[in-house]
């Protein structure tokens, strides 16, 4: 049982693995547990779960896990159908609570149970249709259909147990698979850092002064140098307009983010409609623009400064814009897809970030520029996978979508 | 089967079965216990209340951005035993004078069991905790410069506290039990004002409880105020005398509990929007 559950975890993207198996093994063997389900949950949750974006899916294994061990519908169902054929005898109802049981006949209710546990795939609480409890569904306990079906045994009172503590589910905010967060973002950009020793001599380099007062046969030399200092400078270019405007809001957080992050040398933003042509606009309103040959010459490899490349944008478009040739005078015979090979070629370390969702990235312009530019979802997730490939700077792998 | 003792709380700390549960794994298997949860939930006041529960010394090592692994172990002071040799001062010869431990190399030196605090391990360089791995792995290290072996007597108890403000390496989490402390429950919150403030009118607690959870709920504020925020406001408002609050524009000392002028500025505007959409 315990290592289906370990198998439910990894179903839910939970590192989890023999170390932890390992780990909760020795604390039961200790006796940590205190011999209780509560216990184990307190365990298990402690040293197999590592970061509390994960404590969620972990309570949701939990209840697919453990749900037999205390009460499973589904696996009683044989059980339930002989309850519904030897009802037992009810208390006193008033008129109106009758009315409610003719309304339901003893058949068509097993009839839908059958069905419902046949349907039902995890727990439901509060409801009035699923097996569970506290609802109003004809089928579950502690609840309030008088002509309901009790499943797995009445509701013991006092402090909640472990199932109870599963199912309420109250880490469900930190998922991070949910929504971005700018402070989520920051800590993922976080990472885009680079140090080099740049800047005023104020740090006392040990092997060199070792050294030099060695070569002053033994009269103290002290030797200085800079300290290590962030060396990051980042191009941030966004899509806007259009396709783009559902998405408004993420991107937004991701460029408030960005622009918070101090720690870069250099932060540039630009933006783009649709695709990047011969040229990219300083404003979101499509004033300033620059020309993206004059961006490479100034910043791409050959420059000499290293910059990482980020671009935002849902890559959704009609084939012609990709294909086509929208772009500036001088330029006119440049595709969009051209102009995206030409960055990915003068910025190694770049990435897109689209906020479409993963599945809709088959078949359509996202999957031809999916080959161009490693491709990451635009979540927590995606976005510290994308600062990864940025930080490890692997050359023209695109992503396989 | 308990051959180690059990960690309950204290007086002045309260706990919960998920939170003691976590510190009896780490204290069992002698794994460093890794706590997180908003600021001002009391993560570093638990080291305190681990030390005092089990009557052991508590050493603590705040982690700053310049903070390096190395620091935590030993400090080899090149720049005084060039000094002295230069100018004939001290035994030169002997390095060890000059090997400073930093708290990571007291707590393995110490000769009886320490409780260590490694305090917002986050702020450091991103690497910091991997350089960390095989020392609390092993409770071990070696001095390069003498050749000496410095290893636990009594396996340190670890607590290291983040704020999240970088991811920690996996290979780093996986060797931790870890611990996400939740914003307490009204129960539990009141329990830990009385610990705090005994004594105190339980009318005035119920009111100050109430507004701040009032304030917590406003979605405008950023930067939502938690425990620690409440305590101080309470001490603030007990030492002015001040017998009742309510959620009204005024609130006597809200800097105490809103720390960004934008919260202040947010407060001030919804209470003013409640009182128009009111009248």
Wanted: a neutral charge; aromatic letters at 8%; proline letters at 4%.
């Amino acid at each position: 049982m315990f290592i289906d559950f370990l198998y439910e975890l990894r179903k839910r993207k939970v590192p989890v693995g023999t170390q932890e198996a390992v780990a909760v093994a020795e604390a039961l063997a200790k006796g940590l547990h205190e011999s209780s389900l509560e216990g184990f949950y307190q365990v298990a949750r402690a040293l197999m779960i590592h970061s509390e974006q994960h404590l969620d899916d972990f309570d949701i294994a939990f209840g697919v896990a453990f749900r037999g061990a205390q009460a499973t519908a589904i696996e009683i169902t044989e059980e339930l159908l002989s309850w519904l054929k030897d009802p037992k005898p009810m208390r006193e109802l008033s008129p109106e609570e009758r009315a409610m049981i003719e309304a339901l006949d003893l058949e068509t209710v097993r009839e839908m149970l059958e069905q419902r546990l046949r349907e039902q795939k995890e727990r439901h609480d509060g409801g009035n249709r699923w097996v569970g409890t506290g609802g109003t569904s004809p089928f579950g306990r502690g609840g309030e259909n008088p002509n309901g079906i009790n499943v797995g045994g009445s509701t013991g009172k006092g402090k909640g147990g472990a199932m109870q503590s599963a199912d309420a589910r109250k880490y469900k905010p930190y998922r991070s698979d949910a929504t971005l967060e700018t402070r989520q973002i920051e800590v993922a950009l976080r990472k885009l850092r680079l140090f080099a020793r740049d800047g005023a001599e104020q740090e006392l380099d040990l092997d060199k002064t070792i050294d030099e007062t060695a070569r002053n046969a033994g009269e103290l030399e002290v030797v200085v140098r800079p300290p290590r200092r962030n060396n990051t400078r980042v191009i941030l270019m966004m899509d806007v307009g259009g396709s783009m405007e559902p998405h408004r809001e993420y991107v937004q957080q991701l460029f408030t983010a960005a622009r918070r992050a101090t720690h870069w040398k250099e932060l540039r933003t630009y933006y783009f409609h649709n695709c990047v042509y011969g040229k990219l606009w300083k404003t979101d309103g499509f004033q300033e623009s620059v020309s993206v040959r004059e961006l490479i010459n100034e910043c791409g490899k050959h420059s000499g400064r290293s910059y990482k490349l980020v671009l935002c944008g849902d890559a959704l478009m009609a084939p012609y814009e990709l294909m086509g040739f929208a772009g500036v005078a001088e330029d006119d015979r440049v595709t969009g897809i051209e102009w995206l090979m030409h960055l990915r070629e003068h910025f190694e370390r770049s990435v897109w970030l689209n906020p479409e969702h993963p599945r809709g990235w088959k078949g359509n312009t996202i999957e031809a520029i999916a080959k161009v530019f490693p491709m990451f979802p635009l979540t927590v997730e995606g976005l510290s996978e994308g600062v990864d490939e940025i930080v490890k700077g692997r050359r023209s792998r695109a992503r396989a979508v | 089967m308990s051959e180690f003792r059990r960690f309950r709380g204290t007086d002045r700390y309260l706990t919960s079965d998920a939170l003691e549960s976590a510190v009896n794994c780490a204290l069992a298997l002698g794994r460093p216990l890794l706590v997180k949860g908003e600021p001002g939930t009391g993560k570093t006041l638990l080291a305190e209340a681990i030390a005092e529960a089990m009557q052991l010394p508590l050493l603590t090592w705040h982690v700053k951005s310049t903070t390096r692994a190395q620091d935590g172990l030993y400090v080899y002071d090149t720049v005084q035993r060039l000094y002295d040799s230069r100018f004939g001062d001290g035994d030169v010869k002997d390095i060890r004078q000059y090997i400073k431990h930093g708290p990571l190399g007291q707590a393995f030196a110490s000769s009886g069991k320490v409780v260590l605090l490694i305090d917002e391990v986050d702020k450091a360089d991103l690497e910091f905790p991997n350089d960390l791995l095989h020392e609390l792995d092993r409770m071990r290290f070696r001095v390069n410069e003498t050749g000496d072996e410095v290893a636990a007597k009594e396996r340190p108890v670890v607590i290291i506290t983040s704020n999240n403000e970088k991811e920690l390496p996996d290979a780093f989490l996986r060797r931790c039990v870890f611990h996400f402390i939740d914003f307490p429950d009204k129960e539990l919150m009141k329990n830990i004002v009385a610990v705090h403030h005994p004594g105190l009118d339980r009318q005035m607690v119920e009111q100050a409880m109430a507004v701040f959870y009032d304030i917590r709920e406003m979605r405008s504020i950023r930067k939502r105020p938690s425990t620690s925020e409440l305590i101080d406001w309470i001490a603030v408002l007990k030492n002015a005398g001040i017998a009742a609050v309510k959620l009204e524009r005024e609130l006597p000392f809200l800097g105490a509990l809103l720390k960004k002028e934008q919260d202040l500025a947010a407060y001030a505007d919804q209470l003013a929007g409640g009182r128009r959409f009111r009248s």
